[in-house]
């Protein structure tokens, strides 16, 4: 009954717009919906349609809704009921819609929803190029790794013809999918160590390291040899 109690009371104060849970909920589920339907769907379009939903769903439902109530309490009391006084109905529910308006939904909707819906965006759309940029990130700083896990497989299955040229790129892109541009700079770097800068001398020991963690876990001696004789300077080649 309390729990009751409190919903009416919410709904009568027009509290659930204005609720964050609930308009984070709303806005995810209408944009998810929204690309489901068309792929290419942007935040702003669903930005226009919690606008619509607020005016056209919320505050019709919320006014339409306690002016039921209202007439369900007085008709009873009428002793009749015409065209004259239906007309003074409409005009008086006119009335009450303008000064709800005025009064209730326009400051909500100004102080409360739209500065809410408008943080939920920013937020979303921060998120949205945040988490393309950190897997970008993370796969780029991968890639040495993979190419030197994958340079010492082939040497040790006895595949001489790695060099750093377009053949042995588009061999390795076909394998990881890795852009060829990426996957011949890192080739560079594995077998001419001395022609590089620190920060690259850096990435390439930071991809060395990991190939090493990954056949030690292997137990692969043969393949931590070669990345010993990698790792040494001025190697013949």
């Given at each position: 009954?309390?729990?009751?109690?409190?919903?009416?009371?919410?709904?009568?104060?027009?509290?659930?717009?204005?609720?964050?849970?609930?308009?984070?909920?709303?806005?995810?589920?209408?944009?998810?919906?929204?690309?489901?339907?068309?792929?290419?769907?942007?935040?702003?379009?669903?930005?226009?349609?919690?606008?619509?939903?607020?005016?056209?769903?919320?505050?019709?439902?919320?006014?339409?809704?306690?002016?039921?109530?209202?007439?369900?309490?007085?008709?009873?009391?009428?002793?009749?009921?015409?065209?004259?006084?239906?007309?003074?109905?409409?005009?008086?529910?006119?009335?009450?819609?303008?000064?709800?308006?005025?009064?209730?939904?326009?400051?909500?909707?100004?102080?409360?929803?739209?500065?809410?819906?408008?943080?939920?965006?920013?937020?979303?759309?921060?998120?949205?190029?945040?988490?393309?940029?950190?897997?970008?990130?993370?796969?780029?700083?991968?890639?040495?790794?993979?190419?030197?896990?994958?340079?010492?497989?082939?040497?040790?299955?006895?595949?001489?013809?790695?060099?750093?040229?377009?053949?042995s790129a588009q061999m390795f892109n076909r394998i990881?999918?890795?852009?060829?541009?990426?996957?011949?700079?890192?080739?560079?770097?594995?077998?001419?160590?001395?022609?590089?800068?620190?920060?690259?001398?850096?990435?390439?020991?930071?991809?060395?390291?990991?190939?090493?963690?990954?056949?030690?876990?292997?137990?692969?001696?043969?393949?931590?040899?070669?990345?010993?004789?990698?790792?040494?300077?001025?190697?013949?080649?």
């Amino acid at each position: 009954m309390k729990k009751n109690l409190q919903r009416l009371a919410s709904f009568a104060t027009f509290d659930l717009p204005l609720n964050v849970g609930y308009n984070q909920l709303l806005l995810r589920t209408i944009h998810n919906e929204q690309i489901a339907t068309i792929p290419r769907w942007n935040i702003e379009g669903t930005r226009r349609k919690l606008i619509a939903h607020y005016w056209y769903r919320n505050v019709l439902y919320h006014f339409l809704s306690l002016f039921g109530i209202a007439l369900l309490i007085i008709l009873p009391f009428s002793p009749y009921f015409n065209l004259l006084y239906l007309s003074v109905l409409c005009t008086m529910g006119a009335i009450s819609f303008w000064i709800a308006y005025f009064f209730i939904y326009l400051p909500f909707f100004s102080s409360a929803f739209l500065p809410q819906l408008e943080s939920l965006i920013a937020n979303r759309k921060k998120v949205q190029i945040e988490i393309p940029q950190t897997k970008s990130a993370k796969t780029q700083s991968k890639i040495p790794a993979l190419t030197t896990i994958l340079y010492v497989l082939f040497k040790m299955a006895g595949a001489n013809r790695i060099a750093c040229d377009a053949f042995s790129a588009q061999m390795f892109n076909r394998i990881t999918g890795v852009d060829t541009d990426s996957i011949k700079e890192n080739i560079h770097r594995i077998l001419y160590p001395e022609t590089l800068t620190l920060r690259e001398r850096a990435e390439r020991a930071k991809g060395m390291a990991v190939a090493r963690t990954y056949f030690e876990k292997l137990g692969y001696t043969p393949a931590i040899k070669l990345l010993d004789e990698l790792e040494t300077p001025k190697r013949k080649k």
